[in-house]
């Protein structure tokens, strides 16, 4: 399964940006996905995470209230609304989709991963 996350780009701290991320193909078993992202010079690091039925979610404390993670299942995508933006934010943002069907938040859970796309929010 190969993933394509898009969206990603320059904006205001504030702002809004939404991220996308499809993939190749649906796997052979139903699959949560998830956002992460890695700063410069930081680990990567979960952000958000979504069930396969979209019906559970898991969000990072430093982006809970300002970001939403959804999905479209029959478009094969995954998407994260980012609201009221921070410098902070900045990173390179990644999908990944995960083993079990859980809205999970372990790194090691995750088998296929995307390109990721910079997000840069100025201050």
């Known amino acids: 399964v190969q993933l394509q996350a898009s969206g990603g780009g320059l904006v205001q701290a504030g702002g809004s940006l939404r991220l996308s991320c499809v993939a190749s193909r649906r796997t052979s078993s139903n699959n949560g996905m998830g956002w992460f992202r890695r700063a410069p010079g930081k680990e990567r690091e979960m952000v958000a995470s979504?069930?396969?039925?979209?019906?559970?979610?898991y969000y990072a404390d430093s982006v809970k209230g300002r970001f939403t993670i959804s999905r479209d299942n029959p478009n094969n995508r995954v998407y994260l609304q980012m609201n009221r933006v921070k410098p902070e934010d900045t990173a390179v943002y990644y999908c990944?989709?995960?083993?079990?069907?859980?809205?999970?938040?372990?790194?090691?859970?995750?088998?296929?991963w995307g390109q990721g796309t910079l997000v840069t929010v100025s201050s």
């Open positions: 990944a989709v995960a083993r079990t069907a859980w809205a999970t938040d372990l790194l090691e859970q995750y088998i296929y």
């Open positions: 979504i069930s396969w039925s979209g019906g559970a979610t």
